[in-house]
């Protein structure tokens, strides 16, 4: 799995569907719990349909990455929420850059209001900032790069997945369904182990510039207009590193 890293994400994104299906297995389909349901399931498409970095449901790569941030912001909202009420949500959404600003100052209000989950720790991980300009498509700074983003979603879903138990099972983490997702993300990768092939990668495309954040493999770069405007060689003769 090691040079498997266009999958990392979309494995991560299993936990969404496990912990979606596992709430309406759980409770009435008009019932308000669901509402988080669907909220899950949502999520988990977009960060998957994100990671693909490929058309999807007649949606460009570049439409899914406009989503994809409004989500992120729509998250964030949703932390700020715990903190300072229903206003922050717009205000996130609205915002279309570097929303993950916002979260130092969501954690410094719970510290001081007295309220302690997984927040501090996905603030540092949206926050922390790999170089990849200059780097080559095979560099480690891609590899980290798409681990961040795995760290991310599975904080970030467990953070929705505490607020969700507080308002449906106060004062209670059901512990049950984060188990069976986390079985799904080990089955995930246990498949795309044996399955899916090695991400195409070339050490003569160098990264010269982040465009909307160029794909994990040269194939999807190569079928992305804006990708391939970030790379200095998209041509045959690249030697790829399996």
């Known amino acids: 799995m090691y040079d498997k890293h266009a999958v990392w994400s979309q494995c991560s994104a299993i936990m969404y569907f496990v912990l979606g ?27 998957f349909c994100h990671a693909e970095h490929a058309p999807m449901f007649g949606l460009s790569p570049h439409r899914w990455v406009f989503i994809n941030k409004k989500t992120s912001g729509f998250i964030i909202g949703l932390v700020g929420w715990r903190t300072l009420w229903w206003y922050v949500l717009p205000v996130c959404v609205a915002i279309p850059h570097r929303t993950e600003l916002l979260l ?26 790999i170089p990849i300009v200059g780097k080559s498509m095979a560099s480690k700074e891609q590899k980290m790069r798409f681990a961040q983003f795995s760290i ?22 059901r512990t049950k369904p984060v188990l069976c997702s986390l079985l799904g993300i080990g089955l995930a990768v246990v ?47 690249s030697s790829f590193e399996d």
């Open 104 to 129: 130092p100052a969501f954690v410094l209000l719970q510290f001081l209001g007295g309220t302690f989950d997984l927040t501090p720790v996905y603030a540092l991980a949206k926050n922390i900032k």
């Open 191 to 237: 498949y795309c182990h044996f399955y899916v092939s090695p991400t195409k990668v070339s050490r003569n495309s160098i990264i010269t510039k982040r465009g909307h954040g160029v794909a994990a493999s040269l194939t999807a770069a190569r079928a992305c207009e804006i990708c391939a405007s970030t790379l200095t060689s998209l041509d045959m003769e």
């Open 152 to 173: 991310q979603y599975i904080l970030e879903a467990l953070i929705l997945w505490n607020y969700r138990c507080s308002q449906r099972f106060p004062f209670t983490f």
């Open 21 to 47: 299906f596992s709430i309406f297995s759980s409770s009435m389909i008009l019932s308000h719990d669901s509402l988080w349901g669907v909220l899950f399931i949502s999520v988990g498409l977009v960060r």
